[in-house]
């Protein structure tokens, strides 16, 4: 038995901000946020609606298509630099308010790496046979921390949550291998004080390098080539970064998910997120071999290949 996804929900605030709103609000452009970033809108979360609202919504949703019940799940994992407060963490709020009575909890904090990084801890679990049902959540509020006066960092990020229900699944699908990394001497380049800080130039450099490598080198270790790959799912940043994963993979257009163009960079939920959108789309299928990979403030990276299906 392998470690997969036998679930999958998601969360968008109903609000939506275009880039044609953001010019009433800061010296910036369409044309400008498009050509550099392929965001052409995103989601913002209402005030009275916190990180772990969010995260409950896309709970709920996963536990009911995995067809199992709150007091089914065995530990809860959050990925999240929004919480709504430092403690307690968004996981505990969220197995409160779930029921999941005898799941522990924990948060996750490696940016928009941290979904990667919360399947891959599921995975030890699940394989060594400590936990059946792991409730893993991306999860982003981070209109809250963004300057609104700063046109390089705001036009970016948007607000939203997914999940997915990881448990024991048929021989030769869920998670064939993975990649976490972490670059600690380049944390300066993105990092929070008050708002988000970005040095976008050596952001960009790193991301564009690392993505690529990493999804070469889970297909290496799983024993796969390039062309085993039916679907990329790459963390949604900017447009120019996925296409640069994609081009490294050598996957047509229609092989890739680039949902940032909708809903912009929404750290650690874009991945969930986007698994959500894909497969409503009916672009993955069973027996697909999927690879998921991202990166983050830290810095951080992560790569799976995974093949779907249960």
Same mark, same amino acid.
């Given at each position: 038995m392998g470690a997969g996804i036998i679930g999958v929900g998601r969360y968008l605030p109903e609000r939506v901000v275009t880039n044609a709103d953001l010019e009433k609000m800061m010296d910036t452009s369409d044309e400008w946020i498009r050509t550099r970033t392929g965001i052409e809108e995103r989601r913002i979360a209402p005030d009275g609606m916190d990180t772990s609202d969010m995260a409950y919504v896309a709970a709920v949703k996963a536990l009911e298509n995995a067809n199992i019940s709150a007091a089914d799940i065995d530990l809860i994992l959050v990925a999240t630099v929004t919480p709504d407060r430092s403690f307690p963490s968004v996981a505990c709020m969220l197995q409160e308010r779930?029921?999941?009575?005898?799941?522990?909890?924990?948060?996750?904090?490696?940016?928009?790496?941290?979904?990667? %990084?919360?399947?891959?801890?599921?995975?030890?679990?699940?394989? $060594?046979?400590? %936990? *059946? %049902?792991?409730?893993?959540?991306?999860?982003?509020?981070?209109?809250?921390?963004? $300057?609104?006066?700063?046109?390089?960092?705001?036009?970016?990020?948007?607000?939203?949550?997914?999940?997915?229900?990881?448990?024991?699944?048929?021989?030769? *699908?869920?998670?064939?291998?993975?990649?976490?990394?972490?670059?600690?001497?380049?944390?300066?380049?993105?990092?929070?004080?008050? %708002?988000?800080?970005? $040095?976008?130039?050596?952001?960009?450099?790193?991301?564009? *390098?690392?993505?690529?490598?990493?999804?070469?080198?889970?297909?290496?270790?799983?024993?796969?080539?390039?062309?085993?790959?039916?679907?990329?799912?790459?963390?949604?940043?900017?447009? *120019?970064?996925?296409?640069?994963?994609?081009?490294?993979?050598?996957?047509?257009?229609?092989?890739?998910?680039?949902?940032?163009?909708?809903?912009? $960079?929404?750290?650690a939920a874009s991945i969930p997120i986007s698994i959500v959108e894909e497969l409503e789309a009916g672009k993955i299928k069973d027996d697909d071999l999927i690879i998921m990979v991202g990166f983050g403030g830290g810095l951080t990276w992560g790569a799976i290949a995974l093949r779907w299906g249960r």
């Open positions: 779930l029921g999941a009575t005898k799941a522990a909890a924990l948060d996750i904090s490696a940016a928009c790496a941290g979904f990667i %990084y919360g399947m891959v801890t599921a995975k030890q679990f699940i394989d $060594n046979g400590a %936990y *059946r %049902y792991i409730l893993v959540v991306g999860v982003e509020k981070l209109s809250k921390i963004v $300057n609104w006066s700063d046109r390089n960092t705001a036009v970016l990020f948007g607000d939203g949550a997914g999940a997915v229900v990881m448990a024991p699944v048929s021989e030769g *699908r869920g998670i064939l291998s993975f990649e976490l990394g972490a670059d600690g001497t380049g944390g300066k380049h993105l990092y929070h004080d008050e %708002y988000v800080m970005m $040095n976008g130039r050596e952001v960009f450099k790193f991301a564009v *390098r690392q993505m690529g490598e990493s999804c070469i080198h889970v297909l290496e270790k799983a024993g796969l080539s390039k062309q085993d790959v039916d679907f990329l799912i790459p963390h949604q940043a900017n447009i *120019r970064i996925v296409e640069a994963a994609r081009q490294r993979l050598e996957l047509p257009e229609d092989k890739m998910s680039t949902t940032v163009k909708k809903y912009g $960079n929404t750290s």
